[in-house]
């Protein structure tokens, strides 16, 4: 567990291992969120770095008989 500081600015560095393992460039985005007591960063990745991400899922589905009964 790395402990960061905050500066007068508010600012922190954010860890090398952690940068490294969430792949984090110079100028990205993140998203801050409070969550109970705690703040989280959650990356901003482009549409287009998503592709295939679910890839793998079973997308089957058993469906009611009739047409239509699937539908809301």
């Known amino acids: 567990m ?3 500081t905050i500066s007068p600015k508010f600012q ?3 860890p090398r291992a952690v940068r ?3 792949k984090l460039e ?3 985005k993140v998203q801050a969120i409070v ?3 705690r703040v989280e960063f959650i990356p901003l990745r482009p549409a287009r770095a998503l592709r295939g991400f679910l890839k ?3 997308t089957t589905m058993p469906r ?3 047409r239509g009964a699937d539908r809301v």
């Open 2 to 4: 790395d402990i960061v």
């Open 12 to 14: 922190v560095v954010i």
């Open 20 to 22: 490294e393992r969430l």
């Open 26 to 28: 110079p100028g990205q």
């Open 35 to 37: 969550y109970d007591d």
């Open 56 to 58: 793998g899922l079973d």
């Open 64 to 66: 009611e008989g009739g």
